[in-house]
Each structure stands twice: as C-alpha cells, then as structure tokens.
C-alpha cells in the first residue's frame, strides 16, 4: 500500500517547489510535474538547472538531485493524470476579471478545467488534493464535476492548502510549521486523509500533520493570510502616525512585538504588502462574507486593503511632494521591483503601482533589480492599463548596475528589501546624484545616521 505515483497539475511557484521537496524526500513515489505551459515546462527542464523558471534560495540544488530520477515535468496532462494515484491541483486561482464578482471572487475556471479534464481521462480510483488556495466549499463544486462527468471511478477530494512564503518557499516546505489536511469524515475520506500524511511523514513530525473537515482547511488557507496581512496593515497604519509625533513605527513594532501575545514577526511597516496572495485572498474572504449578507465582516477585512492601497499612494505622493511638487522629467533610481527580497515574482508589488503614480506625473523611473527583467516591468505596468506600451516603454530606464540606475538621479527609492542594497557604497550613490540627494527608503533598510552624515535627505516610514 501507499501512494507511488503523484501527478500535479500547475508548475508554478507551488507547484514546481511543492513537488520538487516531495520527489527529493519520498525517492520512492514518482512525481510528475504538468503545465500546459510549454514555455515554463522547458525552463524546468533546462540542461542547465540555473534556467529553472523559478528563483528560490536553494531550490535549483534539489531540482537537480531529483529530475530524471523521481521528479519529471512535462505537458502531457491526460498521461499523468491516468497513470497517478494522488493528483495535486495547483493552478492559479487569481481575482476575477469579469462578470459577477469582478475585482473580488476568485477565478475558479482553471480549477473547473482540472476537474474536468480528470474526469474524462480518470480509469481508476483517485484522490484529487487541493493545493490551490480556494474559496471555502469549492471541493463541494470540484466533487459534483468528477461524480457527474467521470467514467464510474471513485474520487477523494482533499484539501491541502501551501502555507510557504516566496524568497523562503524550501526552507518553508523542509520545515513546515504545520501541514493541514482536510477530508471527508467518511471512512474512505479518513482512508485518503492517511494516504496524504503517509507521503508527509516522510519528512514532517506527524504531530505537525493538522487534519480536519475539508471546510476548515478551505477557511484556514484565506484565514491565515488574512490574520498575515491584517498585521501589515496594522503597523502600516501606525507607521503615518509615527511620521506626525516623532515616534519611531520600528521602536514600536519592537516593544509590542516582546509583548509574547503579539509576537515579533510581521510587524515590518513598508511600503505596502504585495504578492500573488495577500490582495486576492482578502479580496476572496470579502466576496464571500458578502455573498452571506455579512456585510460587517467583509467591510472589517476590506480595511486591510485599503490601508495598503493607501500606504502605497502615500509613499508616491511624499515623493513627488518632497522633490518640490514635480517629478517631471526627473530621474527617479528604483532600487527593487520584486514584491520582496529572493524571488524573481513580481505580482502586485508595490512597485509597479508607484512606478504607475510617478510616470503620470511624467518621471523616468531607472530600475534596477537583480533578478528581474526590463521585460517584466514592461509587462507589469502595461497590464494597469494606465497609458500605451510605447508611453511605458519611454518611462522606464533599465540597468543591470545599481549604480548606473543611480547616476544623475534626483532620488532613489527603496521598494524590495535586497540584502545587497545595504552593502553599497552609498558615498559613490551620492556623488553621482542630482543635489539635494534623496533617498526614499520604501524598507527600512539604510541606516539613516550613515546616510545623512554623507548628505542624503534621507525619509523611512515612519519616523
Ligand atoms: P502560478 O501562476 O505560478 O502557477 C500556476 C500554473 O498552473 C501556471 O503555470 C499555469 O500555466 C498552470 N495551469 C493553469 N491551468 C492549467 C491546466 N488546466 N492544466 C495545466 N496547467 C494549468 O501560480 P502559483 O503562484 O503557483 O499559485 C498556485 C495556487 O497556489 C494559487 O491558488 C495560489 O493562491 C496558491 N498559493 C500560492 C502561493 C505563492 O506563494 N505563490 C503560496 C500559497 C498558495
Ligand atoms: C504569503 C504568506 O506568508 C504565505 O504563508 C502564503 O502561503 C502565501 O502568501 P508571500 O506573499 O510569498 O507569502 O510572502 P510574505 O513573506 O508573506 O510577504 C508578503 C508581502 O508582505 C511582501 O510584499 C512583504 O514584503 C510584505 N511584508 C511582509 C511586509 O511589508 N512587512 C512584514 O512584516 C512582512
């Protein structure tokens, strides 16, 4: 008994790493990775592991150690499908961009795809396992496909969702705070349920291993980023008060943060929280309290996104106000496109949304990152829609050298929190600047005494 084959469908940035741990501590189950994708499953499966199309600290080691040998990407979806026991679905869930829920509910069409594609191609028994994150009830919706469109094969629906962070995601899966599973409480949905912590216990304390009704583990997902992203905007919104009394929001996140109730994580004021699941998890929550007329609650959680959209305005807005109320033609230095530091995702950083504030006020923004490329920022600010690709693609200064990103620049803005950015020779940054030299510092990162003694005018959130 136990599983030995796992298909997954989705190689992305949890896909591609979830399966990668997988494959690397259970040599013994075959794990192949499908994307329909062939772009992305060609990079997986470059000669050369650097070409992996997704950067994570130590993630190209593993891909190497186990590719070839238990871990296989490939775009033949239906043989996958067919030939495994357990099917993770790990496709992207995004915002809406139509229709009724626009700009909230989550987009459950490449979830609807799987299931029916596993349907339709599924001879024996399976267990399907929600990896996506997913409005809670959807395995209800997923289970309705697979019974009335399948070929009289029986299905398990789990829910499984990831907890890991970009930048951290293989040190998140090697030592998980907890794995959550939900299932049927059914005898065969507790069968399905140990199948899962069997392949887990490989490498994670079982005592670690939560299980419980599928619809808390659906609510737990969006729950839990929620709970992340509320103490975000908590100290976001302390960080503008700080700025108005002198206190210091980094002095006070530390002295709660000791408060052992509290805790110390998550209390980085910043420019603004992005990523893929932040936004659109909340967006989700809201749409659904909504949809059961609990309007309190999805106006409380709402807040937390507002707070964001606000913080980021905020820190556009001081830049152009403290650069005398014009931005125009002005060399602005991006230091950071990421939505954090160690990955090469870009989605929804607050980046893109000053950058987007400062070229309507007809800045240059001169970007550097180091694992981004032009071509993304391209893309990032032209999916906003704000003006043509063209007035986009004059706006934007691309530089594989912070310091060239930097010369004759009026300011330099922080928005991704890169250990590098640091260690530069700050003194060189500021010889090469426009005078008065500032520096926007979106994380906190510089050390302020260091940089006014050079001649910086230098501005943290809040203090
Ligand atoms: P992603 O966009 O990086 O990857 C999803 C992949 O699924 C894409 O490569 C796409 O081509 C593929 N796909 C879509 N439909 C398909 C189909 N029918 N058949 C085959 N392939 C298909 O997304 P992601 O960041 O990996 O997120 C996946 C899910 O995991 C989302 O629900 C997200 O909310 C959740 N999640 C993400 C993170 C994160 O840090 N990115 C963390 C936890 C949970
Ligand atoms: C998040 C959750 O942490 C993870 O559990 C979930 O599986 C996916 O969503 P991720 O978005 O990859 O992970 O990164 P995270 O470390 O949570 O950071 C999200 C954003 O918040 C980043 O822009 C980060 O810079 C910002 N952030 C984080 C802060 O501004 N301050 C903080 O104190 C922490």
Redesign the pocket.
Known sequence: MGITKICC????????PTMAIIAQKCPHIQVTV????EE?IAAWNDADVNNIP?YEPGLSEIVKEARGRNLFFSTE?DKAIDEAEMIFI?????TKTYGKGKGMA?DLK?IE??AR?IAKVAKSDKIVVE????PVRTAEAIKSILDNTGNGVKFQILSN??????GT?VQDLLNPDRILIGGDTSDEGEKAIQELVAVYANWVPVNQILTTNVWSSELS?LTANAFLAQRISSINALSELCEKTGADVNEVARAIGMDSRIGPKFLKASVGFG???FQ??ILNLVYIAKSYGLNEVADYWEQVIIMNDHQKRRFSNNIVKTLYNTVSDKKIAFLGWAFKKDTN?T?ESAAIYVADDLISENAKIAVYDPKVSRKKVLADLDYLQSRTADENVNSILSFDNPYEACNKAHAVAILTEWDEFVTYDWQKIYDSMQKPAFVFDGRNILDKTVLEKIGFVYQAIGS
């Open positions: 469908i989705g190689a992305g940035y949890v896909g591609g499908v994307d329909l994708n992305r997704i979806v790990s496709v992207n869930t995004p989550a490449y795809l799987c594609q990896k996506s994150t997913l969702p990831e907890f890991l962070a970009e995601a997902k990523g893929s699941c659109k998890d995702d989605r």
